[in-house]
Each structure stands twice: as C-alpha cells, then as structure tokens.
C-alpha cells in the first residue's frame, strides 16, 4: 500500500469557508490528498452547544456544497454543534465525518487514536452524558480510550485538542516554544498512545517538535513527532494546515519503524513526570533523605513560584451566583484540580473561574461555583481554613459589591430622596456623584464624596460614577492644596445586609503637610495594633485603580485608605472577619489632632452649626467644583 496523503488542519472554531477554500487549493497544487483530519474546536464560539446552527456546514450537509476532500473532525462543541452532530450522523453518505468522543480507528489505512474536548477539572469528574457534546472530556473517556489502546498494535497518529505537558524538557533553548504549558492528562496519554505522530490544537502558534523517542517495552522502541496547529485562518499567519505522507505502521518493518532521526530527544513525559516525583518526596517534608535543610529551602521556595494556570470557567455552565463562593488569598501554585479537590468535601464543584492580570500574574482570587445552594453555603463554612499553607477567605458571591441595584433604599441616609438625608449637607451635585459635609465632620474640612444612586462600593459603580468621583477628589485634593493642605482619606465597603446594604461613600479630609507625610505609618501602626495587615496599592489613573484594587479583594468587602501620593493601602475583609468599625476615623482624627473627635457620637452638633459648616466649606470649595462656573 503506498504511503497515505494526509492534511491536517488546526482549531476551525466555525470557518468551515476557510478551511475548504485553502484545503482545496493545496490539494489542487500538492495533491491529491487522501484526507482531511482537523483538531481542535471546530464549531464557532457564538450560541450555545445546544442551540440552532446558522452555519456554513449546512449546504455541505444537505448536499448543496461537497467537501473538498474526505474530512474527519473532532472539536464537537461550539455554536449549534449537538444539532450538526446529530444530522452528520444521519447523512452517512457525506464525506464529513465526526471522529468521536475518545477512541482508536482506523481511517483510510491509518490508524488513528483521538481525545475530544478539553480538560476541565470540575467537569472530569462528572458522568459523561449523551448529548454527543465534547467539550470537556471526563476520566471515563480517557478510560476508555486507555482501553482501547491496549487493543491496539501501533497508533499512526494521536489527535488531541491540546498539548501534553512537559513537551519542552530536554529540549534546547531556542528550539523550545515560548508557551509549553500543556496537560499532564494528554502527557499521559501520549506515553501510553506511543504514537508516531502527535498533531494537537490549543495554541496560537505552530511548533513541530524535535523528534522524541518513546520508552521500549521490549520490542523496540520508535520516536514520535509532535505537531502543534494554529488556528485555522488566524491573523498571525501562523501555520495552521500541515501535510503528511505516512506510510501505516502496520505495513511498516520493525526496523523501518524503529529508526531514530538525527536531533532525536529522550522522552520529554519521563523526565516532566521525574521531576513531578522529586517534587512529591520532597513535600512529604523532614524524614525523606533530601539533603541539607537548605537546599530543601531553595526547592520549596522554586516550587511555590510554579504558578497554576488560569481557569476560563464552563461556558457549558450557567452562572448562578447564589450557588458560588468567592474564595480569596488563592496560592498560585493551587491548580484548578487542588482547588476541585479541596471544596469537594462542600459539595460537587461544577465551574471554577480563575484569571490572570494584564502582566499574565494569576489572580490570588477566585469564584468557585457548585451544583447546589447547599454546596455554596457549606464552603462557606470553610472559611480561614488552609490550602497549600495559605488561609483561605471564602464568601458568597452573591453578597458581592455588584449584588446593588442603585435602586434607593429606605433609611438610607445616603440616597438623597429619602426623608431623612439630611439636604442641606450637600456642597455639590454632580450628574453621578455629590459632595457633602459629613454629619459628624472630625474638622470643618471633612467631607464625604457620595454615589448619587445606592450601590455598596467604588467596585460596583458605573464607569461614569467612578471616573466622577474621581475629578471630585481631584477637586477637594486641589481645594486643600490652595489652603497649604493635603488630602487623605478612606473607602470601607461592608456589606452590611441587614440595613438594605452599604451606600459607596469615600472619606476626604485635608490635613497639614505635617501630618501628610506620617499619614501612611498612621494607617499602617494602628492597623497592626488592630491585628490586620494592609497591601501597598500604587498610584493609576482612572479604571486602571480600580482593576488594583480588584486584584486585592476581588469581589469581596475591603478597607481602603487614601493617600496624599494617589497610591493606596488596602485591606480585604475576610468572611466573618470583625473589622474594627471606627478605625478609619481613628486615623484621620489622629492626622487632624483632634484624637477625641474619632468617635462620631462626640461629633453631633446642632443643626444650625451643620448648615453653617456647609456653607463655609460650600465657599472654599467654590473656586475648585467641577459642577462650579468659575467667577
Ligand atoms: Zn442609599
């Protein structure tokens, strides 16, 4: 039998257009090609795996439009992918064809072994259902597939959607991809698939790895060749279709088989699962010969910087936040399997959303969702405790600084269309914000930068409210610069439940330079008196402070201090955590020297001294209001 002319083509994510015009075109010049095999998604991103399919693959369906060649896929999920499936199965006389969810068969003479779907640690534990979607695989499948395996004599090529990991060891610098992460699961299954090629999707780029040669097993051992496709189409230009002509291993001679290539590598999945090995022994702790103490040191602090990747979350999955935690102080090294792992004594954890910072740092927070209401309030109850030697801070989402509505709540004295907030405070509306006096003002120079409508933090604001109160301060900053001071102040978002929730309010007071320049260390001894730690925040503009601050507490309930350099110290408040109420004032009444005047019941004063202290700071402000006409 001559060799077998195969093309293989990279993730498709719905350009059915575009993959047949180029693959026509390079059977025309390079052909005739026997098949066509793609991985990776195949489906469009848009619409729901369930849903109706608008599609190109219809007329090449309904017999409108014919493939341009024999063309076996896998990546099942995407837009409308179930209906497709289910049609492609009923048209057996198309020349497209789904491979399948995991197994071994034999195409065109080729022996081929293909895994669908992706890993996903939530889902890998689940029953697989029959809904022929393949977006994630489970431990079934793979189970399943290592069954087959075992049937078979030698695998031609093993499809998989993403790239084993550890396929960089033991290669050198410069040959190595920029981005080797890939899965331990695939790296598995590529020991035990021993095939003689590898083509994979999951990565924007093309990389063809250096032959590497598998384990004997005591006939003969032979070298597989990793392909990793880009996406199909992809701007880049990165190549995403690749051309093989393989002769069957089953028509092969043992020698023939078993030549190694010049620039051959041992085996990349031994060395990466050694390491893991080395890594395990050694966080058994004392007692395991490891050498001296301070190597063991070295190790452990190389280890902890091994950072988890991202967790995307299920799009399979819909959000419920009633039924998900917020877990915070996340060690990097925690994978989306540890952290499954860990809440399963709550419940069945079905998604876990974990991302990383513009600079590619994981996030220390994550959200974790489970299958019931029951499973989220048990983790709850997890709160404080440990994972990998890090305390974790665990709360329901759904009590998050998004949980506001804007809506006015009764009693609050913040929402101005209420009875009782007291008007004549106010020293400026703006079209999202207003400036007032505080009703237990420290100095004549406290005010309170409030939201106009109720919702509990600076977090949940509308971009335009914040980016407001944000020229508010700038405006109190540069009122108190005139008069020789500086601004400092404080932001405590606390859910507050039982009251209707926190209405966003932010603390400003200016204070001698003097004072100014000790504000930080003030902050800073009596948060440590307190027993709570606060995290420098430095300086940034507009939404960019923000996204700081969410990279500390996330969607949780947070302290946060105001600086007179623009950075900020910030506390997130743990589930449960008695936060101490007064510290903020505290503070700022110590940088005031009114130390007595922290506790705001000492603060009342008659009304008519209010309505005078508003309208004095009413004309020193006058000159700087952004909603002023300058006179
Ligand atoms: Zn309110």
């Known amino acids: 039998m001559p060799a077998v002319r195969a093309l293989f083509a990279g993730a498709c994510n719905g350009s059915i257009d575009a993959l047949f015009k180029r693959a026509s075109a390079v059977n025309a010049s390079n052909g005739p090609f026997d098949l066509l095999i793609c991985v990776g998604q195949f489906f469009g991103a848009a619409g729901p795996d369930d849903g109706e399919y608008q599609g190109p693959l219809l007329e090449y369906l309904t017999g409108g439009k014919a493939a341009p060649l024999p063309t076996y896929f896998m990546g099942g999920w995407g837009g409308g992918a179930v209906s497709v499936l289910e049609a492609i199965s009923a048209v057996p006389e198309s020349n497209i064809h789904y491979l399948g969810r995991a197994g071994v068969k034999e195409v065109k003479g080729l022996t081929l072994a293909?895994?669908?779907?992706?890993?996903?640690?939530?889902?890998?534990?689940?029953?697989?259902?029959?809904?022929?979607?393949?977006?994630?695989?489970?431990?079934?499948?793979?189970?399943?597939?290592?069954?087959?395996?075992?049937?078979?004599?030698?695998?031609?090529?093993?499809?998989?959607?993403?790239?084993?990991?550890?396929?960089?060891?033991?290669?050198?610098?410069?040959?190595?991809?920029?981005?080797?992460?890939?899965?331990p699961v695939i790296a598995e299954l590529a020991m035990t698939a021993r095939p003689r090629y590898h083509v994979a999707a999951g990565k924007p780029t093309f990389f063809a790895r250096p032959p590497y040669?598998?384990?004997?097993?005591?006939?003969?051992?032979?070298?597989?060749?990793?392909?990793?496709?880009?996406?199909?189409?992809?701007?880049?230009?990165?190549?995403?279709?690749?051309?093989?002509?393989?002769?069957?291993?089953?028509?092969?001679?043992?020698?023939?088989?078993?030549?190694?290539?010049?620039?051959?590598?041992?085996?990349?999945?031994?060395?990466?699962?050694a390491k893991r090995l080395k890594r395990a022994a050694r966080d058994a702790g004392p007692g395991t010969d490891l050498g001296s103490?301070?190597?063991?040191?070295?190790?452990?602090?190389?280890?902890?910087?091994?950072?988890?990747?991202?967790?995307?979350?299920?799009?399979?999955?819909?959000?419920?936040?009633?039924?998900?935690?917020?877990?915070?102080?996340?060690?990097?090294?925690?994978?989306?399997?540890?952290?499954?792992?860990?809440?399963?004594?709550?419940?069945?954890?079905?998604?876990?959303?974990?991302?990383?910072?513009?600079?590619?740092?994981?996030?220390?927070?994550?959200?974790?969702?489970?299958?019931?209401?029951?499973g989220m309030e048990k983790a709850c109850q997890l709160n404080g405790s440990e994972l990998m030697g890090r305390q974790l801070g665990i709360d329901a989402a759904a009590t998050g600084p998004r949980a506001g509505t804007g809506k006015p709540v009764e009693g609050c004295w913040f929402c101005l269309s209420n009875a009782n907030a007291d008007i004549d405070l106010v020293v400026s509306v703006g079209e999202e914000s207003y400036v007032a006096v505080d009703k237990g003002a420290i100095t004549d120079e406290h005010v309170l930068v409030v939201s106009v409508e109720h919702f509990p933090s600076s977090q949940s604001l509308s971009i335009d409210c914040y980016a407001e109160i944000r020229r508010y301060w700038g405006a109190l900053d540069r009122c108190a610069a005139a008069g020789g001071r500086q601004l400092v102040g404080f932001e405590r978002y606390m859910a507050l439940r039982k009251s209707g929730g926190n209405h966003c309010h932010i603390n400003a007071l200016a204070v001698s330079a003097e004072a100014a320049a000790r504000a930080r260390q003030v902050f800073e001894d009596r948060a440590?008196?307190?027993?709570?730690?606060?995290?420098?925040?430095?300086?940034?503009?507009?939404?960019?402070?923000?996204?700081?601050?969410?990279?500390?507490?996330?969607?949780?309930?947070?302290?946060?201090?105001?600086?007179?350099?623009?950075?900020?110290?910030v506390h997130p408040i743990a589930f449960g955590e008695r936060h101490p109420l007064?510290?903020?004032?505290?503070?700022?009444?110590?940088?005031?020297?009114?130390?007595?005047?922290?506790?705001?019941?000492?603060?009342?004063?008659?009304?008519?001294?209010?309505?005078?202290?508003?309208?004095?700071?009413?004309?020193?402000?006058?000159p700087h209001d952004i909603m002023g006409v300058q006179e």
């Open 582 to 622: 007064n510290y903020g004032r505290e503070v700022l009444a110590e940088l005031a020297g009114v130390p007595d005047r922290a506790e705001w019941k000492a603060c009342a004063v008659p009304v008519e001294e209010e309505w005078r202290r508003s309208e004095a700071f009413k004309a020193l402000f006058k």
């Open 528 to 569: 440590k008196a307190a027993g709570f730690s606060l995290t420098h925040v430095p300086a940034a503009a507009g939404e960019a402070a923000r996204a700081a601050l969410r990279d500390v507490v996330g969607d949780g309930e947070y302290f946060q201090a105001f600086l007179p350099d623009g950075s900020s110290l």
């Open 114 to 183: 293909y895994l669908d779907g992706t890993h996903n640690a939530a889902a890998f534990r689940e029953v697989p259902d029959n809904s022929g979607s393949a977006r994630y695989y489970t431990e079934a499948d793979i189970k399943l597939l290592q069954h087959s395996l075992s049937l078979q004599g030698d695998i031609d090529v093993l499809l998989t959607n993403e790239w084993p990991e550890g396929l960089a060891e033991g290669l050198p610098e410069g040959v190595a991809p920029p981005d080797s992460h890939g899965s």
């Open 213 to 273: 040669l598998n384990a004997d097993l005591g006939a003969g051992a032979h070298v597989t060749r990793f392909i990793g496709l880009a996406q199909v189409g992809n701007g880049a230009k990165q190549k995403w279709l690749h051309a093989l002509a393989l002769t069957p291993a089953a028509e092969m001679t043992p020698e023939a088989l078993q030549v190694q290539p010049p620039g051959s590598t041992g085996n990349p999945f031994q060395a990466a699962a």
């Open 293 to 374: 103490q301070d190597w063991r040191w070295q190790e452990q602090k190389k280890a902890r910087q091994i950072m988890a990747a991202p967790s995307l979350g299920r799009p399979d999955i819909i959000k419920d936040k009633h039924k998900t935690i917020f877990v915070r102080n996340v060690p990097f090294a925690a994978t989306e399997e540890a952290l499954v792992e860990f809440f399963a004594q709550a419940g069945r954890v079905v998604d876990v959303v974990r991302r990383s910072n513009a600079e590619g740092r994981l996030n220390t927070w994550c959200h974790i969702q489970f299958d019931t209401k029951e």
